[in-house]
C-alpha cells in the first residue's frame, strides 16, 4: 500500500520553550482513515501543523513520497487539505464561492475554472446554494461544509480535519459524518470525539505529552486509555 | 456591526455599484485633488461638493444618515487640527479643514461601500499601485472584521458580568479589555494567516480579471470629472 504521510522522529519546541512534540514517528496509507486521541496540549494540533508545513520541526515529514522541504511546501499544501477546527478563522473571503476558489486561484487555476471547480465542490458538499452568500452569515454545519468545500477545492490527496464536530448540533454533525464518509481520500482526524472516530477511522493513535503513547484499532485505543465522555 | 454594513452596502445592485471600479477609482482620486486644492473662503464650492455626494449617494441606493454618520468618525481627527487652526486665529480655514476632512471621507466611504473589495483593489493592481500597499490594504480589511468581532464578543462577555456597577468600573475594565483585545485578534489573525497559508496563499491575492471599460464608464468618468472641476473653477 501507498504511504500518504510518513514522519519519523519530529520534534518541535515552542519559542516559550515549551516542549511540543517529542519524537513522533507515524505513518498513514492511501485511502486510510486515523484518529489522534489525546488531551488538550498533548500535541496533536502542533503534530498536524506540521503535515502542510504551516510549523517546522526536527525530525523528516514524507507526504505521498515528496519530502517536506522549502521548495516542496506550495505543492504539498495541495497534497494535505487542512480543516481547522474553528471555521471563522478558514472562511475569509466576503462571499463563500469567492473563498473556496481562494485555494485553487493560488495554485495557478484560471478564474473562470477556479470558479468553476469552486461550483462543483460547493455543490458536492451541499452548498450550491450559498454561492453569493458572506461566510459570516451562514450556521455552524454549513460553515464546517463551506470549510471543507475550501480544501477540497484544492483536490488534495490527504484531508486533516481538527475536531471537525466541534460547534455543530446533532443533525449537522450527522450530515457531516455522511459527507466526509463519502469523501475518499486518506484522512486524519483530530478529535475528542471517540464516536465520531468509531464511524470514520479504521485506526487510532493516542498522544500523551508529545509522544504517541498508543496505536491500534479505535475500539481498542478508546478502551485502553478510557477515552469516553462517559 | 459596522464592517459587516459595508460590506454588504459594497455588494448592491444601482447604477453606481454597476460602474467599473476603475472609473469609481479616479472618479475619487479628481473629487479629493479638486476638494483639498479649494482654498478655505470658497464655501459654496463646499455645499456643492456635498450636494454632488448625496446625488451619488441616493443613486448608490445607501442611505443617506448612515454614511454621514461613518464618515464623521474621521472627524475627532480632523477637528483636533481644525480647533488648534481656530484658535491660531483662522476659524475660516478651520471650518475648511474640518470640510475637507468630512468631504474626503465621505467620497472614500462613497467608493469603498458602492465597490467590493476584491473590485477595487484588482482596480488598484491595474493601475500597477505597489503589490505591497494593496495587500496591506487586504490584510487591514481582513483584519479588522477580526477586532470587530473579537471587540463585539468580548463586550457582550464584560456586560453579562457588569451588574449595576459604572464608571470607574467601566474605565478600568474598557482599559483591561483592549489589552486583552489586541492579544487574542493576534491569535486569530495568526490562525487565519495559518488557513490562508494552507490553501496556498504565497504573498499575493489574486484578483479576478477587470471588465472591459464600457462607454458608460466613461461617460461617468467625463461627467464626474466636469462636475468637480466646474465646482473648483467656478465657485
Known sequence: MTRAIQVRGLRYRYADGTQALNGIDFHLDAGESVALFGANGSG??????????????????????????????????????????????????????????????????????????????????????ALDRAPYHLSAGEKKRVAIAGVLAMDPEI??????????????????????????????????????????????????????????????IVQRFHWEYS | MHHLVIDRWSRGSSPLHARDPRA???????????????????????????????VAIRLAHLPLRGMAGRAALVLPFSATFALITWWSGD??????????????????????????????????????APRMLILVI????????????????????????????????????????????FARSWQRADGIYHAMLSRGFHGRFVPSPPPPFRASDAMFCSTCFAGCLAIRLLL
Open chain 1, 44 to 129: 496533536k494540533t502542533t503534530f498536524v501543523l506540521h503535515l502542510n508545513g504551516l510549523l517546522r520541526g526536527e525530525g523528516s515529514i514524507e507526504i505521498c513520497g515528496l519530502p517536506l522541504a522549502d521548495d516542496t511546501l506550495q505543492d504539498l499544501r495541495s497534497k494535505v487539505g487542512v480543516v481547522f477546527q474553528d471555521s471563522d478563522e478558514q472562511l475569509f473571503m466576503p462571499t463563500v464561492l469567492e473563498d473556496v476558489a481562494f485555494g485553487p486561484l493560488n495554485l495557478g487555476l484560471s478564474p473562470e475554472d477556479a470558479t468553476t471547480r469552486a461550483r462543483t465542490v460547493l455543490k458536492r458538499v451541499g452548498m450550491a446554494h
Open chain 1, 159 to 220: 484531508l486533516v480535519l481538527d475536531e471537525p464536530t466541534t460547534f455543530l448540533d446533532p443533525p449537522a454533525r450527522r450530515d457531516l459524518v455522511t459527507l466526509l464518509r463519502g469523501l475518499p481520500q486518506a484522512k486524519v482526524l483530530v478529535t475528542h470525539d471517540a464516536d465520531l472516530a468509531r464511524a470514520l477511522a479504521t485506526r487510532a493513535v493516542f498522544f500523551e505529552q508529545g509522544r504517541i503513547a498508543g496505536e491500534g484499532e479505535v475500539i481498542e
Open chain 2, 24 to 54: 469609481k477609482l479616479a472618479v475619487l482620486l479628481v473629487f479629493l485633488v479638486a476638494v483639498s486644492t479649494t482654498p478655505p473662503r470658497a464655501q459654496l464650492a463646499f455645499v456643492a461638493y456635498a450636494a454632488l455626494l448625496i
Open chain 2, 91 to 128: 476659524p475660516l480655514r478651520a471650518l475648511a479643514l474640518a470640510e475637507k476632512s468630512f468631504l474626503s471621507g465621505m467620497a472614500a466611504l462613497l467608493m469603498v461601500s458602492s465597490t467590493p473589495l476584491t473590485a477595487w483593489t484588482a482596480a488598484l493592481e491595474s493601475w500597477r
Open chain 2, 138 to 181: 487586504q490584510f487591514v480589511y481582513r483584519y479588522l472584521f477580526v477586532i470587530a468581532e473579537q471587540a463585539q464578543r468580548m463586550r457582550w462577555a464584560a456586560l453579562c458580568r457588569r451588574g449595576t456597577q459604572k464608571g470607574y468600573f467601566d474605565f478600568s475594565a474598557a482599559a483591561g479589555l483592549l489589552g486583552v483585545l
